[in-house]
Nanobody, 121 residues
Framework: VQLQASGGGLVQPGGSLKLSCAAS????????MAWHRQAPGRVREMVAD???????NYTPAVKGRFTISRDDAKNTVTLQMNDLKPDDTAVYYC????????????????WGQGTQVTVSS
């Protein structure tokens, strides 16, 4: 099982970006999914998460600007980021709790490789 993130880049303050993350491999089910970020010199923090039932949670700094969503048919999670600020600059990581389609498999936490988001004029 792998998570592949995409969509990062350089954007001016006030701009928008959409991050996508696709899970691939022998997947039986996906529980929670999330986006985390880590800025230089700072600890990794949760940005947004979404449960299997679609309930969402956001860190206060992004509430009202970011939207997390998931497509269980495609095993994807996306993060729409609007009104970006320089403080949003970080490497963004997707995360998922995945149960593999193998006998006796347990739900395991998986991380994507990270995608850089830079907000600068």
């Amino acid at each position: 099982v792998q998570l592949q993130a995409s969509g990062g880049g350089l954007v001016q303050p006030g701009g928008s970006l959409k991050l996508s993350c696709a899970a691939s491999g022998p997947i039986a089910s996906i529980n929670g999914m999330a986006w985390h970020r880590q800025a230089p010199g700072r600890v990794r923090e949760m940005v947004a998460d979404i449960t299997r039932l679609g309930s969402t949670n956001y860190t206060p700094a992004v509430k009202g600007r970011f939207t997390i969503s998931r497509d269980d048919a495609k095993n994807t999670v996306t993060l729409q980021m609007n009104d970006l600020k320089p403080d949003d600059t970080a490497v963004y990581y997707c995360y998922a709790q995945i149960k593999q389609r193998t006998p006796g498999a347990r739900t395991t936490n998986y991380w994507g490789q990270g995608t850089q988001v830079t907000v600068s004029s």
